[in-house]
């Protein structure tokens, strides 16, 4: 297997990104290679630096940057040199098998619909991030930003593509789906909850529980929890400046440690025919390093491939 990653993806590349893929090589088995996408020469020099030798990753020359501000189409159409879009043309040959940016959101959003396509039968694939449980382990919520708008027909794939990763990544049998709503009642909610509620009640490809409150986000009723995008976002962000500022304050708690985003490295698109990872912003070394682990894990464990055979029927 081999995971690609965009060096100069992220607020600290690539001094970051290349540290991070210098990690992750000793983490991830000796069959997985780790592709590095950007400049050739500045690769070189650093690797040389850091006393690594260059036999232990495949390198792949890309002069162009697809910056954090610009906008994600016209940059990914306009800049096919750049690593992004190298990146995502290595995944569509399938000269890799997954590929993975701590670059600009938007414009993996982008490559990842044009260049690797959703999965035939998905409407709109979404990004997912994992919420903490006060018992230990984690729980999915999505999506968190990709689709601030969505149809009841998106939240209830949204539960089957959450309830797919909740089984084949992190282990959990029959995963519990719960609808993120103002209250339990069916009745409860917008337009859009509740003619979600009703078809997510009648599913039969996932365990719909039922609605859940934004109290329940960390504890065990549901392990995969469902809404549009811009609920999922505001969430997330929340949860983030939480932890930013208990660390502030110098608040130490196993638990809240656990909402500290390199622990997980990235959080995976969602519904497209390859396995694509997209990282923070301010991802440190130990956040990439993590992130290409999870690109591991999840291409290991068949995630998509799972996911076309229940839709396909097959």
């Known amino acids: 297997m081999i995971v690609g990653l965009d060096v100069m993806g992220g ?80 995944l569509k040959e399938q000269k890799i098998q997954a590929f993975c940016s701590a670059g600009n959101t938007g414009a993996m959003l982008v490559g990842a619909v044009l260049s690797v396509k959703p999965i035939e039968g998905v409407q709109r694939p979404c990004i997912m ?37 909740a089984e084949r990544v992190l282990g959990i049998d029959t995963p519990k789906v719960g609808l993120i709503n103002i209250g339990e009642e069916s009745e409860k909610g917008n337009a859009v909850a509740q003619a979600a509620f009703q078809l997510m009640k009648d599913a039969d490809d996932y365990h719909f529980i039922g609605n859940i409150e934004g109290r329940d986000l960390f504890n065990d009723k549901a392990d995969v929890m469902v809404c549009d ?34 622990n997980y490295g990235g959080t995976p698109i969602l519904g497209i025919n390859a396995t694509v990872i997209v990282g923070h912003g301010i991802s440190s070394s130990r956040a990439i390093a993590n992130m290409l682990v999870l690109a591991y894990e999840i291409e290991n464990a068949g995630l998509n491939d799972k996911i076309k055979a229940v839709l396909h029927h097959e």
């Open 11 to 90: 607020d600290f590349a690539p001094r970051a990104t290349l540290q991070g893929a210098i990690l992750a090589s000793e983490m991830l088995p000796e069959q997985v290679q780790i592709a590095l996408i950007g400049p050739e020469t500045l690769i070189r020099e650093h690797l040389a630096l850091a006393n690594v030798p260059v036999n232990r990753f495949l390198i792949i020359d890309a002069q162009e940057v697809i910056e954090m501000g610009e906008n994600p189409t016209k940059a990914f159409t306009q800049k096919p040199g750049s690593s992004i879009s190298l990146g995502f043309q290595l």
């Open 129 to 165: 991030s994992l919420m903490p449980k006060v018992s230990g382990g984690y729980g999915i919520l999505l999506d968190v930003g990709s689709n601030v708008d969505c149809k009841p027909e998106t939240l209830s794939q949204f539960a089957f593509l959450g309830s797919m990763y």
């Open 229 to 262: 995008g811009f609920t999922g976002n505001v969430i997330l962000k929340m949860a983030e400046s939480y932890f930013g500022l208990f660390k502030e304050r110098e608040l130490r708690d196993p638990f809240l440690d656990r909402f500290n985003y390199e």
